[in-house]
C-alpha cells in the first residue's frame, strides 16, 4: 500500500477538530478522518465529551466496513492506553486502517510516540508531522497544560489610551464601549476557570459567568450549545467575600471555590455559611501579597484545569505578572485620557527598561473605535 | 460654454499639490490643473515657495494660448488679494479662462468667497465643491490655522503597553525601536516648528532636527529637497539651558527660540551669551505650571506657524492637554510592561470617566513590532 498524503484531509481533520472545542475538555479537541482509494472521505468526527468518543473512535464508527484498507488522518497522535475510554489504537488497528497520517505527536507521557510505536507493531505505516504548526494553535492550551503541568493563563484588562484602569474617582464603569466589554465576556468559553480577587468581588459584585446573549455573537465552528460557564474562583484571603453578594447567591448554579489563605482562616462560622450556599472552600499559602499562585494554579491543574482567565484589578494583576505567570494578555484599550494614578499595574516595577516584561503582539482589532490588542509574553525575567 | 466637471482632473489637481507639501509654507500647497475642450491637460502645476508662483499661475504660464476658452481646476479658491504676488483671479481672467472647478473656498477672510464673486464678475462660470473632503484632510493644518488662529498642535509620546515614559530608575532610553523613533522623527518634516521643554533638555540634550538618513524612508510625492528642519522652541521659563548642549551650540544652524518667563527672568548675561549663540530670546507670561502656552501658540500663530509638533516629557504634555490645545496624538506603542510611576500624562486627572479627554483613533500601523497609533481629539472639557 503506497502512501500518499494529501494536505486536504488533515484541513478537513482540523476543521472538525474545531468542532469539539468547547466539549471535550478537559481532554484536547481533535479531529479525524478516514480515507478510502485516496479519494473518498468515508468516516469523521471530533472528540466527545470527557469520557465519550475519541475522534478516531467517531470517524470509524461512521466508515464501518470502509475503514479496511484505508488511511486515517488525525489532528493528533491517538492514544494508547486505557483511560475513560478504550486505547484508539486498539480501535484502529481491529479496524484494518492501513496508514496513519498524524499531524503532531501527543506531548502527555501516557502516550508521546507510544501511540505511534503501537500501531506500526501491528503493521500499519505512520507518519508524523503535516500542518503541525496550525494543531499546535488549535492545541495551545492543552499542549502548555501538559507540557507545564499548569493552566495557560490569559489575563484580561480594560483601559484606557493612558494605561488607567479607573479615573482618580474610583469609577472604572465603563472605561471601554458595550460591544468590547462584551468581546471581552465571550473570553470565558476559552477556559474553565475565572479566577478574580476579592477586591473585584467588593468593587462591582460580579456573575463572571457566560451570557447567553453573548453567544449569539460568537463566531464559532463548534456546537455552542456545550458550552459551559467556567468555574468561578475568587481569592479572598481574609474570606470577606458578603454572603448576599451575586458569586455566593448563584453558586449553586455555577460552580464557585473561594481560596482563603490557610494562615488567616479563623472563622469556622463563614466557611460553614459559604459552604452550606454551595461554594467549595479551598485554603492555600498566603503571605502579605496575597494568595500563592503557583500554588493556585497547581491546585487547578490537579483539577484538569487547562486554561484560566485572569479578570481583576491592578493588584491582583500585577501579582500575576510578578509571579511570571501570564500567558497571553487580552488588552482592551479606549482612545480616551484619564490622567490620575490607577495604572493597570501599579502594584508592578521592573525597576529598568532592560528588565520590562517583553510582550508579542499577535493581533490588533477594532472594535467599535476601542483597541484589542492580544499579546503573549515572551519575557519576564 | 457648456460645464461639464470630470473628477480625474480634480484628482490630478490634489495630486499636484501634494507635491508642494513642503514648499508653499506657511501658504497651502494648492494643486491646479488647465483644461482644454473638456478633454486635454494643457497645463498643471502646485504652489511654489512662499512669495512665488501660486499653482493657477505656474499651471496657467504653462498652457500658453491654450489657457483661453479652457477650464480651470484648482483645488483652494484663488486668492482675490495683492499679498506676497498679484491675485490670482486677476491671471485666471486675465488669461481667458471660462470655467473654474475649486474643491472648497478658502476660509481665509482675505479670500472667502471673494475670489469666486471677482471670478464670476468677470463671466466666469464658477463652480464649488469638488472632492472638499480630501482637500480637507489634504490642507488640514492650514484651515485650522486659518480658522482658529493658532496652529495645529501634534503631540508626540512613546509610551510602554502600561503607559509609562521611563521605568523607575528613570531610564527612557530606548522604550520604543529604532524604525518607531526614526517614523516619531519624521513627524518633524510635518510641522514649522517644534515644542519642547527645559525637562527634556536636560535630561537627553537632544538635536530635534531632521536627520537626511531618516528623509531616505520618507514616503512623499513632494520634492524632498524642500524640506527644512522646523523652528525649534524651548519653554525654560528659569533660562536654565546650559551654552554647551546641542540645541544652543547648533543654534546658528538651526533656528530656535528658548520662551523664558516674563516675571522670572533676571540674568541678563545669560540672554546675551545665549543671543550671541544665534538663540532667540521670547518672553511670555507663565504661572508656576510654567509658560502660558495659549500665549505662546499665538504668538507662534503670528510667526505664521501653521502647525507644531510637542515633544516632551509628561509634564508638559500633561498641560498642553490640560489647556485643550492639542488636536492629534501620534503614540507609539511598544509591547512591554515597565510598572513603576513614571505615566504618560502623570500631571493630569480628568477626575472622572464622564470628563475623560475623547479621542478618535484614525490610524494604526504596526512598526516592527511596535504598534504606531494616529487619535485626534474630539472631546477635552
Redesign the interface.
Known amino acids: 500500500m503506497m502512501m500518499v498524503y494529501s494536505p486536504i484531509y488533515m484541513e478537513f481533520a482540523i476543521r472538525e477538530a474545531a468542532k469539539g472545542h468547547y466539549l471535550s475538555r478537559p481532554n484536547p479537541s481533535v479531529g479525524a478522518v478516514v480515507v478510502e482509494n485516496f479519494t473518498k472521505i468515508v468516516g469523521w468526527g471530533h472528540s466527545q465529551a470527557y469520557g465519550q468518543d475519541h475522534a478516531e473512535v467517531v470517524a470509524l464508527k461512521m466508515a464501518r466496513d470502509h475503514a479496511q484498507g484505508a488511511a486515517l488522518y488525525v489532528t493528533l497522535e491517538p492514544c494508547c492506553h486505557y483511560g475513560k475510554t478504550p486505547p484508539c489504537t486498539k480501535v484502529i488497528i481491529d479496524a484494518g486502517i492501513k496508514t496513519v497520517y498524524i499531524a503532531m505527536l501527543d506531548p502527555n507521557p501516557l502516550v508521546s510516540g507510544k501511540g505511534v510505536e503501537e500501531l506500526k507493531k501491528h503493521g500499519i505505516k505512520v507518519a508524523v508531522g503535516y500542518m503541525a504548526e496550525e494543531v499546535q494553535k488549535q492545541l495551545e492550551y492543552y499542549l502548555h497544560f501538559v507540557n507545564k503541568n499548569r493552566p495557560f493563563v490569559i489575563m484580561k484588562n480594560a483601559?484606557?489610551?493612558?494605561?488607567?484602569i479607573a479615573?482618580?474617582?474610583g469609577?472604572?464603569?465603563?472605561?471601554t464601549n458595550e460591544k468590547a466589554r462584551q468581546d471581552g465576556r465571550l473570553l470565558r468559553t476559552e477556559v474553565s476557570a475565572i479566577i478574580t480577587g476579592i477586591g473585584t468581588v467588593l468593587a462591582d459584585d460580579p456573575m463572571l459567568n457566560i451570557r447567553e446573549g453573548d453567544l449569539e455573537v460568537l463566531e464559532t465552528t463548534a456546537d455552542k450549545s456545550t458550552i459551559k460557564s467556567p468555574l468561578r474562583v475568587v481569592l479572598d484571603p481574609h474570606l470577606k467575600t458578603p454572603l448576599d453578594y451575586q458569586i455566593v447567591k448563584t453558586a449553586k448554579t455555577y460552580p464557585t471555590i473561594i481560596v482563603a489563605s490557610n494562615t488567616h482562616i479563623d472563622n469556622e462560622n463563614k466557611v460553614e455559611q459559604l459552604q452550606n450556599m454551595g461554594v467549595e472552600i479551598v485554603l492555600l499559602p498566603s503571605d502579605t501579597n496575597g494568595i500563592d499562585l503557583e500554588a493556585l494554579l497547581s491546585f487547578l491543574a490537579e483539577r484538569k484545569i487547562t486554561a484560566v482567565l485572569v479578570e481583576c484589578g491592578a493588584k491582583l494583576s500585577?501579582s500575576f505578572?510578578k509571579a511570571k505567570l501570564v500567558d497571553k494578555i487580552y488588552?482592551y484599550v479606549s482612545?480616551?485620557?484619564?490622567?490620575?494614578?490607577y495604572?493597570?499595574?501599579?502594584?508592578?516595577?521592573?525597576?529598568?527598561?532592560d528588565?520590562?516584561?517583553?510582550?508579542?503582539?499577535t493581533s490588533?482589532k477594532?472594535i467599535e473605535?476601542d483597541?484589542r490588542?492580544e499579546?503573549y509574553v515572551k519575557k519576564n525575567n
Open positions: 483601559i484606557s489610551i493612558d494605561g488607567k479615573a482618580s474617582n469609577e472604572s464603569k465603563w472605561i500585577s505578572l488588552y482612545p480616551k485620557i484619564l490622567g490620575g494614578n495604572s493597570v499595574y501599579s502594584h508592578l516595577d521592573v525597576g529598568s527598561i528588565n520590562a516584561i517583553e510582550l508579542e503582539t490588533i477594532d473605535g483597541i490588542i499579546m
